[in-house]
């Protein structure tokens, strides 16, 4: 079974623009999170998504948002990127037949976003 | 929310030392403790979980211990050999809109000396 794949895996942009991230999770996993991953701040949570919906949002402001599609491939978009933006941005999968979040998460690779 | 403090930051060890990572937590409620391990330029990948009807929970070096009552679990590692070096990550989930947002500890950076 294929893992959690993210493209691309590196991304160099300067403030003010805008960038689209992408996520394929296992097959067969509905639920689709995201997290930024900073040295000062470590995991932090963005949002989930199950069927389509996104059910949770984390503290980040409206700048980040995200969608998910029928095959539950997910992706995620931050405008006007601000330098604070840098981090690597992580997308896990998980197998939830209740739509709970507390099962275990599968994590992709992971892209890591450069804001000059 | 949830709050979540891990452990020590840094964990320097020689190897066959044993190491030990704590994370306490305030909502009573969080019934699932996973542990995930980070190498250097790798994806968090889970390693360990418990979930509250159980005390300990141990897989060959690995273990982990829930206290509900003092709401905190840690990691235990046994034996460490150099490629326990990483940082490892506990995580809380916290009920939100009938699913859950997981909140992870900062990280413990293990460092095993050969």
């Known amino acids: 079974k294929a893992g959690v794949t993210q493209t691309p895996r590196y991304l160099i942009k300067t403030r003010g623009q805008q960038v689209t991230l992408s996520c394929s999770p296992i097959?067969?996993?509905?639920?689709v999170s995201w997290y930024q991953q900073t040295p000062g701040q470590g995991l932090q949570f963005l949002f989930e998504y199950f069927s389509e919906t996104q059910r949770n949002k984390g503290n980040f402001p409206g700048r980040f948002s995200g969608r998910q599609f029928s095959n539950s491939r997910s992706e995620m978009n931050v405008s006007t990127l601000e330098l604070g933006d840098s981090a690597l941005y992580l997308c896990?999968?998980?197998?939830?037949?209740?739509?709970?979040?507390?099962?275990?998460?599968?994590f992709g690779s992971g892209t890591q976003l450069s804001v000059l | 929310g949830e709050n979540v403090e891990q452990h020590p930051s840094t964990l320097s060890v020689q190897e066959g030392d044993s190491a030990v990572i704590k994370c306490t937590y305030s909502?009573?409620?969080?019934?699932?403790f996973p542990w995930y391990k980070q190498e250097l330029g790798k994806r968090p990948q889970l390693i360990i979980d418990i979930r509250s009807n159980v005390g300990e929970k141990k897989d060959q070096r690995i273990a982990v211990t829930l206290n509900k009552t003092a709401k905190h679990f840690s990691l235990h590692i046994t034996e460490t050999q150099p490629e326990d070096s990483a940082v490892y990550f506990c995580?809380?989930?916290?009920?939100?809109?009938?699913?859950?947002?997981?909140?992870f500890g900062r990280g413990t950076s293990l460092i095993v000396h050969p």
């Open positions: 909502d009573s409620a969080s019934n699932y």
């Open positions: 995580a809380v989930p916290q009920a939100s809109g009938g699913s859950y947002i997981p909140t």
């Open positions: 896990a999968s998980s197998f939830t037949s209740t739509g709970a979040v507390n099962e275990k998460l599968f």
């Open positions: 097959s067969g996993h509905r639920s």
